[in-house]
């Protein structure tokens, strides 16, 4: 029997529904010193349950004191993890003053005799109390005929909550599971979903991240100090010839120094240099510290890290960017430039801004100005090489002036007189006209015509439909002009998906848009085959059930997948659009 002491509470919250997802990842990996905290709060049995929105949590709290005790919970770990879960929370407008959870009132609490040891197997339901035709003893009283241990109902305002605890039987528990749906959904009960329980405390797992980190800033140790949460932590960084390599430049701090710092950190277990090259230069590693979780945040999500920990078993965990308290966002990008200076994606018609492509078939290409929230990997079709030269020109914005004018300059910087390989103006006018742009081209280097978007309905309505998956920059010795097939019939399919594009963005249509999208790409890759290799079309099978349509960022080769969907895509990036207001 439960000693007469232990007090069974119940309370209710609202978790805001974009971080359902995230909010049962991370309940799945508590931070151990908030069990601890718990655990010396006098608090057992703690459960927490999700149903439509709603969070139920049901406790024993087997102290003498609870407000004390509720007090001490509130330790360093403890406010930081509530630092995490706060932001996606939201207490109910009919809770007491200074309640975050609504403390729920006891309607009724049932006891069962001594059973075998506990199962930990708990099922809770929740309804609106206007639908109850059942009196609530009934309830109770027909569960407790069916070896729970415990049965208590709470009600705060109209929600009214049942939790029932089971202590029998392994094997009878299906059986036992049907009677409380059946009992429940009787009295129009809704069963509810556990999301989090805790007796006691978990094993330490091993954590692994890995990252290039230079120029060591709050967002680093942001996201360091959440992964840490999930166990002990490997920080396995790039050595600087491989992040030269990657980034196109090397570190400003080598890698003895970013080692050096990365292991005093206190949340840090160890650190190690990457012995490998490539995006996926930490097997070596990897193998010798044999993770139980590999972390990410939502930039270095990549198929790849994907595929290689489904191989290995290790679970794989992408958190956003969440900064610290009240800090603001930071990157590395950032710190190096305090650089505003916009990179861009180029929608669809991509290549007619070549003349050797548009003397066949006239036609436009449409971008967008995308702000510097990523450090963008360069040589990723996101026109990095033009955005380092707008970054000589102007240090660190677009200066204000006739923008035709300012890419025109921008343009004519990048392909000084002799340029073997011109590139193509679309990357100029990508970066610096803000919003939507569609530029027609016609033989020429430059377009006859430019018509532009900055409509925020319009705008906001493309950035939601948009998520980027990293792919990583493409490989030395890439050639995308070798193997050709350049003809007016493609030129023209090109221009006619591309123009198609456009109106369905124009009407917010997303599955004309995703249909003409991934046309405008199929049109691409027609004439220019290199675009894609049997990798890059294996990781676009795996995301096609899911988008709408699809394209690889610029010249393919590598970059990011870009994926057109109206439903949200685990691990992707947003990117935000530069409006002309912030120009």
């Given at each position: 029997?439960?000693?007469?002491?232990?007090?069974?509470?119940?309370?209710?919250?609202?978790?805001?529904?974009?971080?359902?997802?995230r909010?049962?990842?991370?309940?799945?990996?508590?931070?151990?010193?908030v069990?601890?905290?718990?655990?010396?709060?006098?608090?057992?049995?703690?459960?927490i349950?999700?149903?439509?929105?709603?969070?139920?949590?049901?406790?024993?709290?087997?102290?003498?004191?609870?407000?004390?005790?509720?007090?001490?919970?509130?330790?360093?770990?403890t406010?930081?993890?509530w630092?995490?879960?706060?932001?996606?929370?939201?207490?109910?407008?009919?809770?007491?003053?200074?309640?975050?959870?609504?403390?729920?009132?006891?309607?009724?609490?049932?006891?069962?005799?001594?059973?075998?040891?506990r199962?930990?197997?708990?099922?809770?339901?929740?309804?609106?109390?206007?639908?109850?035709?059942?009196?609530?003893?009934?309830?109770?009283?027909?569960?407790?005929?069916?070896?729970?241990?415990?049965?208590?109902?709470?009600?705060?305002?109209?929600?009214?909550?049942?939790?029932?605890?089971y202590?029998?039987?392994?094997d009878?528990?299906?059986?036992?599971?049907?009677?409380?749906?059946?009992?429940?959904?009787?009295a129009?009960?809704?069963?509810?979903?556990?999301?989090?329980?805790?007796?006691?405390?978990?094993?330490?797992?091993?954590?692994?991240?890995?990252?290039?980190?230079?120029?060591?800033?709050?967002?680093?140790?942001?996201?360091?100090?959440?992964?840490?949460?999930?166990?002990?932590?490997?920080?396995?960084?790039?050595?600087?010839?491989?992040?030269?390599?990657?980034?196109?430049?090397?570190?400003?701090?080598?890698?003895?120094?970013?080692?050096?710092?990365?292991?005093?950190?206190?949340?840090?277990?160890?650190?190690?240099?990457?012995?490998?090259?490539?995006?996926?230069?930490?097997?070596?590693?990897?193998?010798?510290?044999?993770?139980d979780?590999?972390?990410?945040?939502?930039?270095?999500?990549?198929?790849?890290?994907?595929?290689?920990?489904?191989h290995?078993?290790?679970?794989?965990?992408?958190?956003?960017?969440?900064?610290?308290?009240?800090?603001p966002?930071?990157?590395?990008?950032?710190?190096?430039t305090?650089?505003?200076?916009?990179?861009?994606?180029?929608?669809?018609?991509?290549?007619?801004?070549?003349?050797?492509?548009?003397?066949?078939?006239?036609?436009?290409?449409?971008?967008?100005?995308?702000?510097?929230?990523?450090?963008?990997?360069?040589?990723?079709?996101?026109?990095?090489?033009?955005?380092?030269?707008?970054?000589?020109?102007?240090?660190?914005?677009?200066?204000?002036?006739?923008?035709?004018?300012?890419?025109?300059?921008?343009?004519?910087?990048?392909?000084?007189?002799?340029?073997?390989?011109?590139?193509?103006?679309?990357?100029?006018?990508?970066?610096?006209?803000?919003?939507?742009?569609?530029h027609?081209?016609?033989g020429?280097?430059?377009?006859?015509?430019?018509?532009?978007?900055d409509?925020?309905?319009?705008?906001?309505?493309?950035?939601?439909?948009?998520?980027?998956?990293?792919?990583g920059?493409?490989?030395?010795?890439?050639?995308?002009?070798?193997n050709?097939?350049?003809t007016?019939?493609?030129?023209?399919?090109?221009?006619?998906?591309?123009?198609?594009?456009?109106?369905?963005?124009?009407?917010?249509?997303?599955?004309?848009?995703?249909?003409?999208?991934?046309?405008?790409?199929?049109?691409?890759?027609?004439?220019?085959?290199?675009?894609?290799?049997?990798?890059?079309?294996n990781?676009?099978?795996?995301?096609?059930?899911?988008?709408?349509?699809?394209?690889?960022?610029?010249?393919?080769g590598?970059?990011?997948?870009?994926?057109a969907?109206d439903?949200?895509?685990?691990?992707?990036?947003?990117?935000?659009?530069?409006?002309?207001?912030?120009?």
């Open positions: 029997m439960t000693d007469p002491k232990t007090q069974h509470i119940g309370s209710l919250l609202r978790l805001r529904p974009e971080y359902e997802e909010y049962i990842v991370l309940h799945k990996h508590i931070f151990p010193g069990l601890r905290s718990i655990s010396r709060s006098n608090i057992r049995n703690y459960s349950f999700l149903r439509d929105g709603i969070l139920f949590s049901h406790l024993e709290y087997i102290g003498d004191d609870y407000d004390a005790d509720m007090a001490a919970i509130a330790d360093e770990t406010r930081e993890w630092k995490l879960t706060d932001p996606m929370q939201e207490p109910l407008e009919t809770r007491k003053e200074g309640e975050w959870w609504a403390i729920m009132e006891m309607l009724g609490h049932k006891e069962g005799g001594e059973q075998p040891g199962q930990a197997l708990r099922l809770a339901g929740c309804r609106n109390e206007e639908s109850c035709r059942n009196s609530q003893d009934s309830v109770i009283a027909g569960l407790m005929g069916h070896a729970f241990r415990a049965v208590s109902s709470y009600r705060h305002d109209k929600t009214v909550c049942l939790y029932a605890e202590a029998g039987e392994i009878a528990w299906p059986r036992v599971e049907e009677e409380f749906l059946r009992f429940s959904r009787q129009g009960f809704q069963e509810m979903k556990e999301v989090f329980h805790t007796d006691g405390l978990p094993g330490k797992k091993k954590v692994i991240v890995t990252g290039c980190f230079d120029l060591l800033h709050s967002g680093h140790l942001a996201f360091l100090k959440e992964a840490a949460g999930y166990g002990d932590l490997y920080v396995c960084i790039g050595n600087d010839e491989n992040v030269s390599s990657l980034k196109g430049r090397y570190p400003i701090n080598s890698q003895e120094e970013r080692h050096f710092m990365l292991s005093s950190l206190a949340c840090v277990k160890e650190c190690r240099i990457n012995s490998g090259t490539g995006i996926i230069d930490f097997l070596k590693e990897m193998d010798d510290i044999g993770p979780i590999f972390i990410v945040n939502e930039d270095g999500n990549t198929p790849t890290k994907v595929e290689l920990c489904r290995k078993g290790i679970e794989y965990i992408v958190l956003k960017r969440i900064p610290y308290g009240n800090l966002i930071r990157s590395t990008t950032a710190l190096k305090e650089c505003r200076i916009p990179f861009r994606i180029d929608l669809a018609g991509g290549w007619l801004d070549q003349p050797f492509v548009s003397k066949y078939y006239p036609g436009p290409v449409i971008t967008i100005s995308i702000e510097p929230t990523f450090e963008f990997n360069d040589r990723s079709g996101m026109a990095s090489s033009t955005r380092r030269k707008a970054i000589e020109l102007w240090k660190s914005d677009v200066p204000h002036g006739d923008r035709e004018q300012l890419a025109k300059i921008l343009f004519a910087y990048e392909n000084p007189p002799g340029t073997n390989e011109v590139s193509g103006a679309q990357d100029a006018l990508g970066i610096v006209f803000p919003g939507l742009n569609k027609n081209y016609s020429d280097y430059w377009p006859y015509s430019i018509e532009s978007v409509d925020p309905v319009i705008l906001d309505w493309l950035e939601s439909s948009l998520y980027l998956i990293t792919l920059p493409r490989v030395s010795g890439f050639h995308v002009l070798e050709t097939n350049i007016a019939e493609g030129a023209r399919a090109l221009a006619e998906a591309t123009d198609a594009c456009w109106t369905a963005i124009l009407s917010k249509n997303i599955v004309e848009f995703g249909k003409q999208f991934r046309r405008s790409f199929e049109a691409q890759i027609a004439m220019f085959p290199n675009m894609v290799d049997e990798s890059i079309l990781i676009i099978g795996e995301y096609e059930n899911r988008a709408h349509g699809w394209k690889l960022s610029g010249a393919g590598g970059g990011y997948l870009i994926l969907s439903c949200s895509v685990p691990g992707a990036m947003k990117i935000k659009i530069r409006r002309r207001e912030d120009y």
